[in-house]
């Protein structure tokens, strides 16, 4: 019973995650077709800045919530009012922040206003997060994902309308307003009507100086990858132009659309991973390796494609004034290895009670890539953040698999071969695509290159039918899941 639990909540949010990152990327192309470069880029601007500083509106509460209500179910009505209570306090603070820190930035007053409309974004999203962190304690998922998909709807909807009505930029982030808003609405009202409990201020020292205590490790991990997530962005957009901001977070956008797929598998992983640490490191070891192949099947693919095909593929999404996105998205795809690989890595460091490594090495990425950053942008723009994104990425996977070597042992030569025959196949691939791009268009290099790549891979044994069907049953969670990919 508790295995379907499980797997229709495992369901539910990977759907919705997928659905939504899908919607929200076509929300951002309007944006960018519609308002240009510049728009754009003073658009991604507004978000990244206020994203920061919004761990500081949660710092870690919701991650706790969700532990403290699984824990004693009863007990969430007070849980919940107390994080209530913590968090206007909170959102004062950090709104306040937010404003001060913007105007010593000397950002110019559209983008300004465009961060104050963002903050109160901040805020709404900060609510329905800690709602559904109670939902989350109950094991249902469902009505979070329909918030994420409805809510995300809204949002084009309402976007489109005021895109149509010829309201000028700002009205953009006043669209993400109705959607958060509708969240915060459909949240409250599932967790009041299916769960009695109905959402208040509370502040009971007792529980502030718990969740002051619990919350730190999480608000601490949670800045440091904030910070390091969208810090780029902000100093481009001080050091360079907004224009340059339009170029790269076009290409960023792309790029890191495709992040579902790591995070998929190492949801499906990471409790295996927990009772292999206690039980069987041999087989630890194994998932590591095979999690690291899974994601190498679906990344390198995509790398080579991208990079062959970047100038039609931001034609096609963008236009042709994006052009100067071509060249980051040629670099910034490259990130996107690292960036897959790191997350079993970071999982079986949180896994194995190593979350102390695994914050210190985002400290460290966010520390390189704000020094690259610093180094890089005045002389490159776009492309110096593209390039100080690949090698921050490659620090971070780099230093959570050398911790997570001394955790566990695992086959370094069997990832090795693997690692081989898939980029040989992923390069055939790209070079395929390559010769005959220009021939055939866009629409038909990509179907063409997917069927080279799945017939070398087999071809050199990269990948066997009896893997295959096991990576889909551990997405599924169907018959035995993680243990059929280390049997």
């Known amino acids: 019973m508790a295995e379907g639990k499980v797997a229709k909540n495992t369901a539910y949010l990977l759907t919705a995650f997928v659905g939504q990152k899908v919607l929200a990327f076509v929300y951002f192309t309007i944006v960018a077709r519609w308002f240009g470069v510049e728009g754009s880029g003073r658009y991604f601007v507004a978000l990244s800045f206020t994203t920061i500083f919004s761990i500081f509106v949660d710092l870690g509460l919701s991650n706790v919530l969700v532990r403290e209500v699984a824990k004693v179910p009863e007990d969430a009505k007070k849980l919940l009012s107390n994080v209530l209570g913590l968090k206007v306090i909170l959102s004062v603070l950090t709104v306040a922040a937010v404003y001060v820190t913007a105007r010593l930035l000397r950002f110019p007053p559209e983008t300004r206003l465009m961060i104050s409309i963002a903050s109160v974004v901040m805020v709404l999203d900060s609510i329905h997060l800690v709602f559904y962190a109670v939902m989350r304690g109950f094991q249902n998922l469902r009505y979070e994902a329909i918030g994420m998909i409805t809510g995300q709807i809204v949002i084009i909807t309402t976007g489109l309308i005021f895109i149509l009505s010829g309201l000028p930029l ?73 224009t340059a901001v339009g170029f790269y977070g076009a290409a960023y956008k792309i790029v890191f659309a495709f992040q579902f797929l790591p995070m998929g598998l190492a ?166 695509v390559h010769l005959i791009k220009d021939r055939v268009g866009i629409l038909v290099a990509i179907p063409f290159g997917a069927i080279i790549y799945a017939g070398i891979l087999w071809a050199v044994r990269g990948v066997t039918w009896a893997e295959t069907k096991a990576l889909i049953n551990v997405f599924l969670r169907r018959g035995r899941g993680v243990s059929d990919i280390v049997a």
């Open 267 to 432: 949801a499906a992983v990471y409790p295996a991973m927990s009772g292999y640490y206690v039980t069987d490191r041999d087989r630890l070891g194994q998932v590591l390796v095979t999690s690291l192949r899974y994601l190498m099947l679906a990344v390198l693919p995509l790398t080579a494609g991208i990079f062959v095909l970047a100038p039609s593929v931001i034609h096609l999404v963008y236009g042709p004034a994006f052009s100067g996105s071509v060249k980051p998205l040629q670099i910034l795809i490259f990130s996107l290895i690292p960036a897959f690989l790191y997350w079993p890595a970071g999982s079986l460091l949180n896994a194995c009670d190593r979350q102390i490594k695994n914050t210190a090495v985002m400290g460290a990425t966010m520390v390189s890539n704000v020094l690259l950053n610093i180094f890089l942008l005045p002389r490159y723009g776009a492309v110096g953040a593209a390039s100080a994104a690949l090698v921050s990425n490659t620090i971070l996977f780099g230093s959570a698999l050398y911790f997570a070597a001394r955790v566990t042992a695992f086959d370094w030569r069997a990832l090795a071969r693997s690692a081989s025959k898939t980029v040989f196949s992923a390069a055939v691939m790209g070079l395929a």
């Open 170 to 242: 700002p009205y953009l982030i006043v669209a993400l307003i109705c959607g958060s808003t509708w969240n915060v609405l459909w949240s409250g009202n599932r967790l009041a009507r299916h769960y009695g409990v109905l959402p208040r201020l509370s502040l009971d020292p007792a529980v502030a100086k718990f969740y002051w205590q619990v919350t730190v490790p999480f608000a601490v991990a949670g800045i440091f990858s904030r910070v390091y997530s969208y810090i780029d962005s902000v100093m481009l957009s001080r050091m360079v132009s907004e």
